[in-house]
């Protein structure tokens, strides 16, 4: 019996050792972390593509309504990118103005509703230098039912000229615009990476409104203008999550 374990030793012991290599190497990989490369502000390669591949979506989870003469509201109505804004797409609704907040993140929005159904989105936080300013449009056709999207949804930048948009019927893209050339903007937003971000967002978001701001949309499609501002923050959780990417 003691001459047949000797004999048979070499061999457990073999098996021990895979075994226990084997385990070590799972263990390994199991605590690898996958890094995803942060674009920088001057970065036009084609790392940034790979980036958003899957669009970046920062959830919207509360919104609450500001007195005019709050201090964020007046810090914006000094700011030069959201008078370039008001002056070209619709006088702002100050009274009405909503700050956004949004889930896992200190990246925060100022929502005010324009004169003609846009919303000027102005993102703010800890991690973003002074307000980043754009405005969205989202065009119902009629009241469009929010099961079935039907209309369009553009963005602009502050000089008032299109970012990028995209038109639905029934829940399906019809047509993106892409302008040929980039839109001028504020110097500290990658606009270029931002809107190469966005660009992977056009064909969910009729989804994304009906299952991620369907309350708020519904009331946004039968004329309450201010869910429109709710809506508008709701999408924009997109937007906040490209400007995070981006800057």
């Not at 889930?103 to 973003?128: Q, R």
């Not at 502050?158 to 893209?173: D, I, Q, R, W």
């Not at 994304?208 to 701001?213: L, N, S, T, V």
Request: glycine content about 8%.
């Amino acid at each position: 019996m003691k001459n047949f374990l000797f004999k048979k030793s070499p061999f457990l012991v073999f098996f021990s050792v895979i075994l226990l290599i084997s385990i070590l190497m799972l263990n390994a990989c199991s605590k690898q972390e996958k890094e995803v490369p942060n674009p920088s502000a001057n970065d036009q390669s084609q790392s940034d593509f790979t980036l958003q591949k899957d669009s970046p979506e920062l959830k919207l989870e509360s919104t609450t309504q500001l007195r005019e003469d709050d201090a964020l509201i007046t810090k914006l109505k000094n700011d030069e990118d959201a008078t370039s804004l008001s002056a070209k797409m619709g006088k702002p609704q100050w009274d009405q103005t909503l700050v956004a907040n949004y889930e896992k993140s200190d990246i925060k929005a100022l929502l005010v509703p324009l004169t003609g159904g846009k919303t000027m989105i102005a993102f703010f936080g800890s991690s973003i230098e002074n307000f980043k300013t754009m405005v969205l449009e989202i065009k119902a056709e009629g009241t469009s039912d929010i099961e079935d999207f039907s209309g369009g949804i553009n963005i602009y930048v502050p000089s008032g000229e299109m970012l990028g948009g995209a038109n639905y019927k029934h829940g399906k893209v019809l047509s993106i615009q892409k302008p040929t050339v980039l839109p001028n903007g504020r110097t500290d937003v990658n606009w270029s990476c931002f809107r190469r971000c966005f660009q992977n967002t056009w064909d969910r978001l009729p989804w994304y409104i009906r299952y991620g701001c369907g309350a708020a949309a519904g009331a946004c499609f039968g004329g309450a203008l201010p869910a429109c501002a709710v809506t508008a923050g709701c999408v924009g959780g997109y937007a906040a999550g490209c400007l995070w990417v981006c800057r």
